[in-house]
């Protein structure tokens, strides 16, 4: 068979643009033809692309390259999306260069301008292309112009959403709902990734919810468990070696740290706005080998672990506050932070605060938080602010919050060649978001490293730890889930992961995380249930 993936953005980085990623190249090494059309500009970075084509404004292609297919793979061809005035996302960010706007703030001509050469490029790369299949991501925008492009084209295709588009585009803008409602009538079938996700789509568009699950199929989401693998401690401190020796310019420096510090404790709390452009998102931090010498992996240290988006929503600010419990009870641990983000240096700020016992610079910032975001929210951390004005919190926060100093560790943005050098040194992966997430595909990388997943018991996260349930011991399962309600939420997540420290003190779960990642959690598993998808579709 021979599938197109209509994605819309790029490949690199998380969420959906690893989903269509692995789904491309698992497709192809499954022995069909694929084609995606996506917004990324260095196509000749993805070994697994065998040919690229690039378009313009009117949809008419030029040939970048060609070459032979990767071994055991079958082509796999990228068809490089046009950039209009405009570049639409959901959240913005600093990390894309020109003029980039939430769906939300788009004028009716810019939206009008974006179609017209989205629905130009799809046309013409179907017409040449002739793919069996479409696969289209998201509820907005990729399905909006593939209902118009298939039906030129004659191209059955079928829906995948994923949680962004809902939460931050449908749900802000009755634009998109509109034209997200008109698509999923259009669409030949929904293949769900998370429950979740399914449930808030059908909680949108009542009226036509079942027709909607009548063309349903659960799909879930995977993992390349042949990217990632446990690590025997005695061999970790070589793959932090290995890492450090990877790792590239033009990162964050300590001088910016100290700096940023230094003017928090002036009281500057502006100053967490003042890096947004300062070094480069896309790479971890300058100093990497001297970070990595400090985090003790050949010990007995309890090693705490996130990896994503270094955003309010990620709910990392939770976790630093609840940091001082977990040392109350877990005096060895340690937290790693990879990631980057617009909200970092209000997390080291935090982090700062409590390591030097300056409660009051910790109040302000918890007072200002959500304003210090580069999204349009404000208020302060509810959650933190809850917890500080208890007696037995704020006597946790003055007296263990100094010995975060040199226990947490920020390293910057690490690709997964990287990230597979450091997983695999943590005991418990930390996933504590406080707004919807559609998907945990960090479980999954989790598991596939033998690292025990912990997080916040709502949205797909939920499905996530529900999953896991029947496969983990009960009492290990229980501290899994972290509480989500601001109050107690951050008591409930230091006491749940010091519980789930001194578990695994007692017993080695790794392998069988590993297993249950191989046998369930592969992507083989879920781009075969694509196709079977695909193959009634087109019957």
């Known amino acids: 068979m021979k599938i197109a993936l209509y994605h819309g953005y790029e490949l690199g980085g998380s969420g959906s643009n690893e989903y269509t990623r692995y789904l491309a190249h698992t497709l192809a090494k499954l022995g069909h033809e694929v084609m995606v059309v996506c917004a990324d500009k260095e196509p000749e970075t993805y070994p697994f692309v065998s040919r690229a084509v690039a378009y313009d404004l009117e949809g008419n292609p030029t040939e970048l390259f060609s070459r032979e297919p990767a071994a055991g793979c079958a082509p796999i061809s990228l068809h490089q999306l046009p950039r209009t005035s405009v570049y639409p996302v959901f959240l913005t960010d600093k990390q894309r260069e020109g003029v980039v706007k939430a769906f939300p703030e788009m004028t009716d001509a810019e939206i009008a301008e974006y179609h017209g050469a989205m629905s130009a490029t799809l046309e013409r790369a179907l017409r040449d292309e002739k793919p069996d299949i479409l696969h289209a991501n998201h509820l907005v925008y990729q399905p909006i112009v593939a209902a118009e492009a298939c039906a030129k084209t004659g191209t059955p295709f079928y829906t995948v959403p994923h949680g962004s588009s809902i939460e931050y585009t449908v749900n802000a803008d009755e634009r998109f709902k509109k034209a997200a409602k008109r698509a999923l009538e259009a669409t030949g079938g929904l293949a769900w990734i998370a429950r979740e996700v399914r449930d808030r789509v059908y909680k949108l568009y009542p009226d036509i919810e079942q027709s909607l699950r009548d063309k349903s199929h659960m799909v879930g989401v995977g993992t390349d468990t042949s990217l990632f693998e446990p690590l025997p401690k005695a061999k970790r401190r070589a793959a932090l070696d290995e890492l450090a020796g990877m790792f590239r310019a033009g990162g964050k420096t300590p001088e910016q740290r100290a700096e940023l510090c230094a003017a928090l404790d002036e009281g500057d709390i502006e100053a967490t706005r003042r890096y947004w452009s300062a070094y480069n998102q896309k790479v971890e931090d300058a100093d990497l080998p001297e970070l990595l010498a400090n985090i003790p992996v050949e010990g ?219 046998s369930r959690y592969d992507w083989v598993a879920v781009a075969q249930k694509m196709v079977d998808i695909a193959d009634k579709i087109v019957d």
């Open 300 to 518: 007995d240290a309890d090693i705490l672990f996130f990896v994503g988006a270094m955003t309010y929503g990620k709910g990392i600010q939770s976790l630093i506050a609840a940091m001082p419990g977990v040392l109350a009870k877990r005096p060895d641990a340690h937290l790693v932070l990879v990631g980057s983000g617009t909200y970092r240096e209000v997390l080291e700020g935090l982090a700062h605060a409590l390591a030097s016992g300056n409660l009051a610079l910790f109040d302000k910032l918890v007072a200002k938080g959500k304003d210090l975001e580069r999204q349009t929210m404000s208020g302060p951390l509810e959650d933190l602010q809850a917890y500080a004005a208890t007696d037995s919190g704020r006597a946790t926060l003055a007296e263990h919050g100094p010995k975060l100093a040199g226990r947490v560790h920020f390293l910057g943005r690490l690709d997964h060649p990287r990230l597979r050098c450091i997983f695999p040194c943590a005991h418990v992966g930390v996933f504590p978001s406080v707004i919807k997430e559609a998907s945990p595909l960090v479980f999954m990388e989790a598991l596939s490293n033998g690292v025990l997943p912990s997080g916040s018991y709502h949205s797909g996260l939920r499905d996530g730890l529900d999953d896991l349930e029947p496969h983990l011991p009960a009492e290990i399962w229980r501290h899994m889930k972290l509480p989500i309600e601001p109050e107690g939420r951050v008591a409930g997540i230091a006491d749940n992961l010091a519980a789930l420290l001194g578990a695994l003190r007692e017993r080695d779960l790794g392998p069988s995380l590993r297993e249950l990642a191989v």
